[in-house]
């Protein structure tokens, strides 16, 4: 179906860490796949976007993976740092205008 | 500029209120959504409009009505809610998904925390 499996669903590393977030999907069709970041009192905020002909993107500390065959895409944080503190959420979708959203990850970055 | 408003920011209503929710977007986006997110848990599509027509209702119970007055605006109308519609209600705007050359990505506004009483 369109489900989206994320892991894990809290995350705690020390500031200057790497955190890794991992989402799981099952629609073949799938083939857009954002991650949003969320602090408290906000909106969901696109971090970084990949499209299904795209195996890697990278922007700056923030990087995502994609493979298709396994059906799974990540995002890496590298260098973490307090601000990075929020929720993230990874997403997918296949035609038309539905997204569907994982579960969340809490992400806590300590000094 | 990427960026979606919300009003109003906060609400706090009866049972028996009719209120709305308002968005807006200025850039240039022929799709507009509306989501409902709990605490701790992703956001939940309900409505899609495309070119201000409705296009998506993921069973969204009547007390709950969208209106898209133009592509700039999104409204929700609430009317006789219940307790458990407490929640963030999130909007979003995007290109028209599947048009050459245009981007896809959904852009969301800061969302209006409802507590229905």
């Known amino acids: 179906g369109e489900n989206v499996e994320q892991h894990p669903s809290t995350l705690s590393v020390q500031e200057g860490d790497s955190a890794v977030i991992k989402c799981t999907y099952s629609d073949s069709a799938s083939n857009y796949f954002p991650w949003y970041k969320q602090e408290l009192g906000k909106g969901p905020q696109l971090i970084i976007d990949i499209r299904s002909n795209v195996g890697e993107k990278k922007d700056q500390r923030i990087a995502v993976t994609l493979n298709k065959t396994a059906k799974h895409f990540s995002l890496h944080i590298t260098e973490t740092q307090p601000e990075d503190s929020a929720v993230y959420f990874c997403?997918?979708?296949?035609?038309?205008?539905?997204?569907?959203f994982g579960t969340g990850t809490q992400l806590k970055v300590e000094l | 500029d990427t960026e979606v408003t919300q009003t109003p920011k906060h609400l706090v209503m009866g049972m028996t209120n009719k209120k709305s929710l308002k968005c807006e977007q200025h850039m240039g986006h022929r799709a507009m959504y509306w989501y409902k997110q709990k605490a701790k848990k992703p956001p939940e599509l309900m409505f899609v409009?495309?070119?201000?027509?409705?296009?998506i209702n993921e069973s969204v119970p009547s007390r709950f009505s969208p209106e898209c007055p133009n592509s700039s605006l999104l409204n929700l109308h609430l009317h006789a809610l219940q307790p458990e519609d407490s929640a963030l209600y999130l909007c979003?705007?995007?290109?028209?998904?599947?048009?050459?050359?245009?981007?896809?990505?959904?852009?969301f506004g800061p969302g209006t925390r409802l507590l229905v009483l």
């Open positions: 997403a997918r979708k296949g035609g038309g205008n539905k997204l569907t």
């Open positions: 979003a705007s995007s290109q028209i998904p599947g048009l050459a050359g245009f981007q896809e990505t959904q852009y």
């Open positions: 409009y495309s070119y201000e027509k409705l296009s």
